[in-house]
């Protein structure tokens, strides 16, 4: 392992979001300290478990799997519909017993590795054909997940997917002509695409009506965070949730409950531990001294750092309200196996692509 | 090729890394603006959500009578209410529909405990908990859960029939009692209150009474049903309200009217304060608290009218009793003196009008001045003096006498008598007034009504010599006042000791009353039901109860010192004399006794 300064703090910003996130899992869930230490080690366990794990492997023998694994995913997805749990109308997990799993948090991992495995095949050329073709696999595998219904999941896997081929080099003429199309296509896919509970969801969003109930879910988490101030109400504080007035106060809105406790400062202090971590892991990979004729490693790498970036400031902006509601994971806060298992699997893949270890 | 493809890549991280620190800083940002600059509302906000209050209902203020009695209390009252934080399972409520198998039904039970978790709020499923009821719910309490005992008040009445018109009632608010009570009671908040006062002092008294709330602050989850008392603020009980009445006498009153219609009205001259009003038939104030509305048509359809208080509402002509207060008038304007006499042979001859009025006595008086017409009451010798009367000097008389005015600030409900000038005659018969008409009015008949409540006041106004002062049960509200006219002391004297020998005299109408000790100066009245043109009419009337004369009395005592005037109406008792004034003596008796 390189100890050098910029490895620490990369290092140390990461362990912060990881302290701060189960602190507060802790806090919203249970009053028991045993219940948060033993979250805390199950969280590092698992991310150090499956760093190491990833490590031992050679990322070529991975993509070498990806049509596999990505087709495996899919089924996965599909079986949700059959043997899947039901929550809030919905059937998204897998239950395993000792953990249920959404396997469709995984598709934005399987995808990329799919994609690898399809265009370095070909040295990331992209003709029209296999461009075309990873587009549909992309649009066409979203579909399982959407019809859930989960939207929001559905959406920002497309989201991401096209943001691996944008850093995989693919033309930008389709980005523009597919930009062009969406906004074309939108009020189609909103009168007759959307259920009714998604439509609500993107009516109050831009209705002032404090009545409706997904208001009022954004309105407590507005106050939650409001109420922390600049210094914060102080751990275990959070009157919003021990009154329970934040719905999700343990999955997509924790941090309310976080900015609750922990004010301004606090959220400052998250934001520049994910903005250290993102922006100086992806500097570091991208102007790596060694990079060789494939491509491969620096393409996952940046691009799982990025997932994890924006996953984080899309959750934030959905909490505070500048987003419409979509159930977004916030990585390594969001209480939730599958959540923090793919997260770990991304930092093993940041690791491991950058020799991080070695 | 290679370089190409890593400046592409380079670039497009370079971009993506570029939008992602542009989303940062607007999270920041946003962060800045709800912690620090929303900060203080939004944290208000918060514990709008999660301080909450509800108010605790004050117990009433009593009422309590002259000697002592108290008429009206709050009682402590335990009711059955579910536990907002707790769920009843279905086997408690099994239990609890077994335990009070006569009280409620499994069904309404299950209905009451939905709407308590649909609403979160706590219903009310057993009201009103006897000690055995409540004994028998502490003792299987283990058995029953999500259900707990609340304390509350009820408005609790002596249970005597006379005291009900006085002390009034209370009910459910509505529109009319938000509307009567807003302007009088300062900053009115009808939404707190669910029973107010209906009539009587209850009504009139609901500020001082109610008393005002108490707070209990607690804290409470989203759903409301988890609660964490913070604080209390016991409430402000409602004052005690000392009345007037005099219990005993208010009793004995009621009790010699023995199931008859009527009323009667004893007013304390010394101060005015009301120490009887009764009206009979009446009901025992409880009674009103729990019926149904179907009882309670009953009462409203009864033809005894139970619910109506004649004291204060019901307008009878006064008849003869009107007649000293007439008195007055025709001495000072010069109509007549003591000295002038007239023949009286049973009839009156209108000779403009050509129409013949009987007198009550067959034959009539015969030689009649103005003392022997008192005393022995004749028609002819008031209905001669009546024709003479100038009709605005009447008109502002009858108003100095408190006609066509509130008489009683506190007596609700209240009904003046009205006052008989051209304005009501036009509005009621569309004619002016005409000489015809004071034939009849200068004998209390005809258009002229007034009060058991007026009659009293006359009566004292007759025996404080033209001064007097308005009657009240609870506070004094105005000052003195005094009729119009002023005839001299010697002709007050001359009227009351005619009043004396009205009760003392063998030709007296009163003469029957057997005052003795009482020194009763008084005047008695019969009061015609129908209109009757001949002798004949009256023997018929005189078969059908409810077409017999009314029966009235005035007078006070004693007569050397007055202390109390009264006023009693018997209905369809016939005769004032013999019927209405030995219960005006019992009664004087009764409260002058009390010294």
């Keep these: 392992m390189i100890f050098n300064l910029r490895n620490s703090i990369i290092l140390f910003s990461l362990m912060i979001i990881i302290l701060m996130g189960s602190l507060t899992i802790y806090s919203v869930t249970s009053i028991d300290i045993n219940y948060f230490l033993r979250f805390l080690l199950i969280n590092i366990f698992v991310i150090l478990l499956v760093v190491l794990l990833f490590n031992q492997i050679n990322l070529n023998r ?88 989960d939207l929001g999941t559905g959406l920002v896997y497309i989201f991401l997917g096209l943001m691996f081929l944008f850093i995989c080099g693919m033309h930008r003429l389709y980005f523009i002509s597919m930009g062009i199309f969406g906004v074309l296509l939108s009020p189609l896919i909103y009168s007759f695409g959307l259920t009714s509970y998604q439509k609500g969801r993107i009516v109050s969003w831009f209705s002032s009506d404090q009545t409706l ?146 | ?155 609790q009445y002596n249970s005597h029939p006379s005291i009900f018109h006085v002390l009034g009632h209370m009910g459910y608010i509505n529109n009319s009692d938000i509307k009567y009570f807003s302007p009088r009671i300062s900053k009115y908040n009808s939404k707190l209150w669910s029973k107010v006062g209906k009539s009587g002092l209850e009504r009139v008294y609901e500020e001082k009474l109610q008393g005002e709330h108490g707070k209990r602050f607690f804290q409470r989850n989203a759903r409301g049903d988890r609660r964490v008392i913070t604080d209390i603020s016991p409430f402000r009980e409602g004052e005690d309200l000392s009345i007037s009445i005099d219990f005993e006498a208010q009793k004995l009153a009621y009790e010699l009217m023995n199931e008859r219609k009527g009323s009667v009205v004893v007013i304390d001259l010394q101060d005015f304060s009301i120490p009887v009003a009764i009206s009979t038939p009446s009901i025992s104030a409880n009674d009103l608290r729990d019926i149904s509305s179907l009882q309670y048509q009953d009462l409203l359809n009864d033809p005894a009218r139970p619910l109506f208080n004649r004291a204060f509402m019901g307008l009878y002509p006064p008849a003869s009793t009107i007649k000293p207060l007439l008195t007055i008038f025709a001495l000072n304007n010069g109509y007549t003196n003591w000295d002038e006499t007239i023949f009286d042979d049973g009839f009156f001859r209108f000779e403009e009008e050509e129409r013949v009025f009987n007198a009550w006595r067959e034959g009539g008086h015969g030689l009649t001045d103005l003392e ?95 001064e007097y002062e308005l009657p009240y049960l609870v506070a004094k509200k105005q000052n ?68 017999r004369d009314h029966a009235i009395f005035i007078g006070y005592a004693p007569h050397d010192d007055p202390r109390y005037s009264i006023a009693v109406i018997v209905e369809n008792g016939e005769s004032g004399g013999r019927v209405a004034g030995p219960i005006a003596k019992k009664v004087l008796e009764e409260l002058l006794n009390d010294f």
């Design chain 2, 372 to 466: 022997k017409a008192l005393v022995e009451s004749s028609n002819p010798f008031f209905m001669n003096l009546s024709i003479r009367y100038e009709k605005n000097l009447f008109v502002e008389f009858l108003k100095s006498s408190s006609f066509g005015s509130k008489l009683c600030e506190d007596c609700y409900p209240h009904q003046f008598s009205p006052l008989i000038d051209d304005d009501w005659k036009y509005k009621n018969f569309g004619k002016e007034l005409y000489k015809g008409d004071f034939i009849n009015l200068g004998v209390g008949q005809g258009y002229m009504l007034t009060t058991p409540l007026h009659l009293s006041l006359i009566s004292g106004i007759l025996a404080k010599k033209g």
């Design chain 2, 1 to 155: 090729m290679k370089d190409n493809k890593i400046h592409i890549y380079r670039t497009r991280t370079k971009f993506l890394l570029g939008v992602f620190v542009s989303i940062l800083t607007l999270v920041i940002v946003r962060f800045f603006y709800l912690q620090i600059v929303q900060g203080n509302e939004l944290r208000e906000l918060r514990e709008q959500n999660i301080n909450a209050f509800e108010y605790i209902y004050p117990k009433r203020g009593r009422i309590i009578s002259s000697d002592g009695i108290v008429l009206a209390e709050d009682r402590k009252v335990f009711s059955l209410a579910t536990d907002i934080e707790q769920k009843p399972s279905e086997q408690s409520i099994k239990k609890l529909a077994d335990l009070f198998s006569e009280k409620i039904i499994v069904e309404d039970l299950r209905v009451k405990v939905g709407s308590s978790i649909r609403y979160r709020r706590s219903e009310i499923v057993i009201e009103k908990l006897t000690q055995e009821d409540l004994a028998k719910y502490l003792v299987s309490g283990a058995d029953i859960t999500g259900f707990s005992v609340i304390e509350g008040y009820e408005r």
């Design chain 1, 62 to 149: 991975i993509f070498s799997f990806g049509w596999l694994l990505f087709l495996f995913n899919i089924l996965l997805v599909l079986s949700v519909e059959i043997f899947g749990k039901e929550i809030n109308g919905s059937k998204r997990w897998l239950d395993f017993g000792f953990l249920s799993l959404q396997p469709s948090e995984f598709m934005k991992i399987t995808y990329a590795i799919f994609a690898i495995q399809y265009l370095r095949f070909y040295s990331f050329k992209f003709s029209k054909f296999r461009t075309i073709f990873l587009l549909l696999v992309l649009f066409l595998s979203a579909v399982p997940i959407i019809a859930q219904p």
């Design chain 2, 480 to 547: 003195k006042l005094s009729i119009t006219e002023d005839i001299t002391e010697e002709d007050w004297n001359r009227l009351q000791s005619s009043l004396v020998d009205v009760i003392y005299s063998p030709n007296g109408t009163g003469y029957r009353i057997n005052a003795g000790e009482l020194k009763l100066a008084g005047k008695s009245g019969t009061a015609q039901v129908v209109d009757i043109n001949s002798r004949e009419e009256y023997d018929e009337v005189r078969v059908n109860p409810l077409l």
């Design chain 1, 213 to 358: 109930s997904e208001k009022w879910n954004i309105l407590q988490s507005e106050i939650s965070i409001g109420s922390g101030g600049f210094s914060g109400e102080g751990f275990l504080n959070s009157k919003q949730n021990e009154f329970n007035f934040l719905p999700e106060a343990d999955t997509d809105f924790i941090f309310s409950i976080y900015a609750e406790q922990f004010g301004f400062i606090g959220v400052f202090l998250i934001l520049l531990s994910l903005g250290c971590f993102i922006v100086m892991t992806t500097l570091l990979t991208m102007t790596e001294k060694r990079l060789t004729s494939d491509l491969s490693p620096y393409y996952i790498g940046t691009y799982c750092t990025l997932v994890i970036g924006f996953s984080f400031l899309l959750n934030i902006l959905m909490v505070s309200g500048m987003i419409p509601v979509v159930g977004l994971p916030l990585p390594f806060f969001t209480k939730g196996g599958s959540s923090l298992l793919c997260f770990s699997i991304m930092l093993g893949l940041i690791f491991t692509s950058r020799g991080f270890l070695k």
